[in-house]
């Protein structure tokens, strides 16, 4: 009898539970994943169009004549850590340790943030030798596809300083973590595709 | 036995929810994706670029490697470990069909030779 009620009042309460889906997974955890999801057939796009394109270069300087292998080491380097970082925020967060969790957001950003100032140093330099945004097909295709993870990556450096700000009033707690988890997976994403362009952009060789 | 089914489904899902790495798990994580980006940079200069005889040798390592790190990121980092299955469908649903599209993308345009 007793477990013939437990049930019934579990569903009861899971009606009026506002989170409570068939899942078991909160919608916004879910729209994150199916989101990243759909991401990787964006970038699969914008790294097979620099792979048709890589040396389409009109007998202008072409973007693997100017790569700097030392340097986008240490920019890969740091998007790596910055993963690292973000996963000690959440289970910072998860311990209910805010002012830990805080800490980790704020460097986890900071990180993003000399990324990005790499990937500016990087294009001011490519400009500078010539590789204009419109100087041949292959230079277009490169821009795109960095510029676009480096948008994601500006955009993942406001979410997480939205974060911060957000826990330093008060309303990002132990409580509310998967917030945290959330943008945190959104941060692991673009440390993902970072490490395929990596790869497959810098390191492969041309024939 | 419904009350046995219960408690096994509530176990599985415990399982999945409260298993999460400790920090220094994490940072032991981090530790070997460092340690394979320094071997895959390594594979740029010279004296270890002609350690690799062939190209597709050379080729093979790095999208191994490459593998491996975005295996490491999305299972230990992401929680795909712990978390329930169908997310886990749900993204590498994502994965094969953007790898399957391209793949064919590139070789459409004899990106490959």
Known sequence: MATATAPATDTHHDAHDPHATNTGISNNKLAMWLFLSTECLLFGALISTYLIYKTRGNGEVLPTDLFDIPFTSVSSFVLLMSSLTMVLALSAFGRNDLDRGKAWLLVTAMLGAVFMGGQAYEFTAFYEEGLGYTTNPAASAFYTLTGFHGAHVSIGIIMLMSLWVAANQGKLTGKNSETVEIVGLYWHFVDLVWIFIFTVIYLIPPE | ?113
């Open chain 2, 1 to 113: 036995m419904s009350e046995t089914t219960e408690v096994a489904v509530e176990t599985r899902d415990e399982a999945h929810d409260d298993h999460h790495p400790s920090d220094w798990e994490y940072v032991k994580v981090a530790i070997i994706l460092a340690v394979v980006t320094a071997a895959e940079v390594a594979t740029y200069f010279e004296s270890v670029f002609t350690f690799f005889e062939t190209r597709w040798i050379l080729l093979t390592s790095l999208f191994t490697m490459m593998i491996f790190k975005g295996w490491l990121v999305a299972r230990v980092f992401m929680h795909l470990k712990q978390d329930k299955p169908v997310l886990q469908q749900s993204f590498f649903a994502g994965v094969l069909l953007a790898t399957a599209v391209y793949i064919v993308t590139l070789l459409a345009f004899n990106v490959f030779g």
